[in-house]
Nanobody, 126 residues
Framework: QVQLVESGGGLVHPGGSLSLSCAASGAIGEINAMGWFRQAPGEEREFVAAVKWSNGYIVYADSVKGRFSLSRERAKNTVSLQMNSLEPKDTAVYYC???????????????????WGQGTQVTVSS
Protein backbone atom coordinates (compact mmCIF):
# COMPACT_ATOMS: atom_id res chain seq x y z
CA GLN A 1 0.00 0.00 0.00
CA VAL A 2 1.00 3.57 -0.68
CA GLN A 3 -0.15 6.53 1.35
CA LEU A 4 -0.28 10.00 -0.16
CA VAL A 5 -0.46 13.24 1.80
CA GLU A 6 -1.08 16.53 0.02
CA SER A 7 -0.22 19.99 1.27
CA GLY A 8 -0.67 23.49 -0.06
CA GLY A 9 -3.75 24.86 -1.70
CA GLY A 10 -5.97 27.65 -0.46
CA LEU A 11 -7.51 30.84 -1.79
CA VAL A 12 -5.78 32.99 -4.40
CA HIS A 13 -6.78 35.89 -6.63
CA PRO A 14 -6.95 35.44 -10.40
CA GLY A 15 -3.48 35.71 -11.88
CA GLY A 16 -1.88 34.51 -8.67
CA SER A 17 0.19 31.44 -7.88
CA LEU A 18 0.00 28.46 -5.56
CA SER A 19 2.13 25.41 -4.97
CA LEU A 20 0.91 21.94 -4.03
CA SER A 21 3.04 19.13 -2.69
CA CYS A 22 2.41 15.42 -2.27
CA ALA A 23 4.47 13.06 -0.16
CA ALA A 24 4.30 9.32 -0.67
CA SER A 25 4.99 6.71 1.98
CA GLY A 26 4.57 2.97 2.41
CA ALA A 27 5.33 0.71 -0.55
CA ILE A 28 7.43 3.32 -2.33
CA GLY A 29 9.19 0.81 -4.54
CA GLU A 30 5.90 0.01 -6.21
CA ILE A 31 5.41 3.50 -7.61
CA ASN A 32 6.07 3.96 -11.32
CA ALA A 33 4.46 7.37 -11.65
CA MET A 34 2.83 10.17 -9.67
CA GLY A 35 0.50 12.90 -10.71
CA TRP A 36 -2.34 15.28 -10.05
CA PHE A 37 -6.00 15.36 -10.96
CA ARG A 38 -8.63 17.90 -10.04
CA GLN A 39 -12.35 17.83 -9.58
CA ALA A 40 -14.73 20.78 -9.58
CA PRO A 41 -18.23 20.50 -8.11
CA GLY A 42 -20.49 18.54 -10.41
CA GLU A 43 -17.65 17.65 -12.75
CA GLU A 44 -15.65 14.52 -13.42
CA ARG A 45 -12.15 14.14 -12.12
CA GLU A 46 -9.82 15.81 -14.62
CA PHE A 47 -6.19 15.01 -15.39
CA VAL A 48 -3.69 17.79 -14.65
CA ALA A 49 -0.17 16.41 -14.90
CA ALA A 50 1.89 13.31 -14.19
CA VAL A 51 5.52 12.25 -14.06
CA LYS A 52 7.11 8.89 -14.82
CA TRP A 53 9.18 8.05 -11.81
CA SER A 54 12.07 6.32 -13.56
CA ASN A 55 13.05 8.98 -16.07
CA GLY A 56 11.13 12.13 -15.15
CA TYR A 57 9.00 12.14 -18.29
CA ILE A 58 6.15 14.61 -17.66
CA VAL A 59 2.73 14.90 -19.27
CA TYR A 60 0.47 17.93 -18.90
CA ALA A 61 -3.16 18.49 -19.71
CA ASP A 62 -3.60 21.05 -22.46
CA SER A 63 -5.60 23.25 -20.09
CA VAL A 64 -2.59 23.82 -17.83
CA LYS A 65 0.36 23.77 -20.25
CA GLY A 66 2.53 26.83 -19.87
CA ARG A 67 0.95 27.74 -16.52
CA PHE A 68 1.55 24.72 -14.29
CA SER A 69 4.86 23.00 -13.63
CA LEU A 70 5.28 19.56 -12.13
CA SER A 71 8.48 18.48 -10.42
CA ARG A 72 9.58 15.43 -8.50
CA GLU A 73 12.11 14.86 -5.74
CA ARG A 74 12.90 11.19 -5.74
CA ALA A 75 14.96 11.24 -2.55
CA LYS A 76 11.95 12.53 -0.63
CA ASN A 77 9.30 10.65 -2.63
CA THR A 78 7.47 13.88 -3.34
CA VAL A 79 5.97 15.67 -6.28
CA SER A 80 5.15 19.35 -6.40
CA LEU A 81 2.79 21.26 -8.64
CA GLN A 82 3.60 24.93 -9.16
CA MET A 83 0.51 26.70 -10.46
CA ASN A 84 0.90 30.15 -12.01
CA SER A 85 -1.49 32.52 -13.77
CA LEU A 86 -4.37 30.89 -11.97
CA GLU A 87 -7.88 31.42 -13.29
CA PRO A 88 -11.30 30.92 -11.70
CA LYS A 89 -11.74 27.82 -13.87
CA ASP A 90 -8.82 26.23 -11.98
CA THR A 91 -10.95 26.14 -8.84
CA ALA A 92 -11.28 22.52 -7.75
CA VAL A 93 -10.20 19.92 -5.25
CA TYR A 94 -6.77 18.74 -6.34
CA TYR A 95 -5.88 15.09 -5.79
CA CYS A 96 -2.46 13.50 -5.76
CA UNK A 97 -2.26 10.07 -7.32
CA UNK A 98 0.37 7.35 -7.61
CA UNK A 99 1.15 4.25 -9.67
CA UNK A 100 -0.37 3.69 -13.08
CA UNK A 101 0.23 0.11 -14.28
CA UNK A 102 -1.16 0.99 -17.72
CA UNK A 103 1.71 3.38 -18.50
CA UNK A 104 2.18 6.91 -19.75
CA UNK A 105 -0.37 6.62 -22.55
CA UNK A 106 -3.03 6.27 -19.91
CA UNK A 107 -1.91 8.90 -17.42
CA UNK A 108 -4.97 10.97 -18.23
CA UNK A 109 -7.41 8.27 -17.09
CA UNK A 110 -8.33 8.45 -13.42
CA UNK A 111 -9.43 4.81 -13.27
CA UNK A 112 -5.95 3.61 -14.23
CA UNK A 113 -4.31 5.00 -11.10
CA UNK A 114 -4.05 2.87 -7.98
CA UNK A 115 -3.57 5.29 -5.09
CA TRP A 116 -5.14 8.62 -4.18
CA GLY A 117 -4.67 11.30 -1.60
CA GLN A 118 -7.50 12.98 0.30
CA GLY A 119 -7.43 16.08 -1.85
CA THR A 120 -6.75 19.74 -1.19
CA GLN A 121 -8.98 22.66 -2.13
CA VAL A 122 -7.78 25.34 -4.53
CA THR A 123 -10.03 28.35 -4.94
CA VAL A 124 -9.31 31.13 -7.42
CA SER A 125 -11.54 34.10 -6.78
CA SER A 126 -11.43 37.84 -6.51
Amino acid sequence: QVQLVESGGGLVHPGGSLSLSCAASGAIGEINAMGWFRQAPGEEREFVAAVKWSNGYIVYADSVKGRFSLSRERAKNTVSLQMNSLEPKDTAVYYCTAHNPAGAAFYNLANRWDYWGQGTQVTVSS
